[in-house]
């Protein structure tokens, strides 16, 4: 049965905070780029503070048992140059 937005999910183990499967995908983005991207140097406290102003930790923890988002994350739509357009993301289908 799948649960709407607006209604509670299962209860959440949180590590400071951070929903703690959220908090394995920042540290697992980490890891990859630290092997992908070795210039990169992007911090897990970084990842993690962005996560938390974009999708509140993915909606406080609402992933599946892969770790992706139940509902999808979006951000605002960009233009050609990568600034915002000042319009919401077309939501998929």
Same mark, same amino acid.
């Not at 959440?12 to 990169?40: D, E, F, K, M, W």
């Not at 911090?43 to 139940?70: F, M, Q, T, Y």
């Not at 994350?73 to 939501?91: F, K, Q, V, Y």
């Given at each position: ?16 905070? $951070?929903?703690? *499967? ?6 697992? @983005? =980490? @890891? $990859?780029? =630290? ?9 897990? @406290?970084?990842?993690? *503070? $962005? ?12 992933? &599946? *048992? =892969?770790? &992706?988002?139940?509902?999808? $994350?979006?951000?605002?739509?960009? &233009?050609?140059?990568?600034? @915002? ?9």
């Amino acid at each position: 049965m799948s649960v709407g937005w607006w209604e509670p999910g299962p209860a959440v183990p949180y590590v400071g905070g $951070i929903p703690s *499967a959220v908090l394995a995908a920042y540290r697992n @983005a =980490a @890891a $990859i780029l =630290a092997r992908t991207q070795p210039n990169c140097h992007l911090p897990v @406290a970084l990842s993690a *503070a $962005i996560g938390k102003v974009v999708s509140g930790h993915a909606e406080g923890g609402r992933v &599946d *048992a =892969a770790g &992706d988002a139940v509902t999808p $994350i979006l951000g605002p739509e960009l &233009d050609s140059n990568g600034s @915002a357009t000042g319009r919401a993301a077309p939501r998929p289908r």
